[in-house]
Nanobody, 120 residues
Framework: VQLVESGGGLVQAGGSLRLSCVAS????????MGWYRQAPGKQRELVAT???????NYSEAMKGRITISRDHAKTTVTLQMNSLKSEDTAVYYC???????????????WGQGTQVTVSS
């Protein structure tokens, strides 16, 4: 399973960015997809996740400013981020909790990350 992220970049405070992640490979099913981020010197933290049933979970730090959505047919997850702040600067990682293999085991996969830089 591979995850390819796109949409990161440099934006001024108050601006918006849209991150996308496409999953490919032999995927029997998806339990959840989402985004995490890691700022320099900090631990990786949750940004948002969405389950196969459409339930969402957002970080308190970004709640109200972000929306996560998923295209089931294309195994794509998108994160719309608005009103960005300088403290949102981080590497954003796509995440998938997928059902794979002959035994239908559940595995986690991560993208390589995309840099989001918010200038103040």
């Amino acid at each position: 399973v591979q995850l390819v992220e796109s949409g990161g970049g440099l934006v001024q405070a108050g601006g918006s960015l849209r991150l996308s992640c496409v999953a490919s490979g032999v995927i029997l099913g998806i339990n959840a997809m989402g985004w995490y981020r890691q700022a320099p010197g900090k631990q990786r933290e949750l940004v948002a996740t969405i389950t196969s049933g459409g339930s969402t979970n957002y970080s308190e730090a970004m709640k109200g400013r972000i929306t996560i959505s998923r295209d089931h047919a294309k195994t794509t997850v998108t994160l719309q981020m608005n009103s960005l702040k300088s403290e949102d600067t981080a590497v954003y990682y796509c995440y998938i909790d997928a059902i794979v293999g002959l035994r239908g085991s559940t595995e986690e996969y991560w993208g390589q990350g995309t840099q989001v830089t918010v200038s103040s």
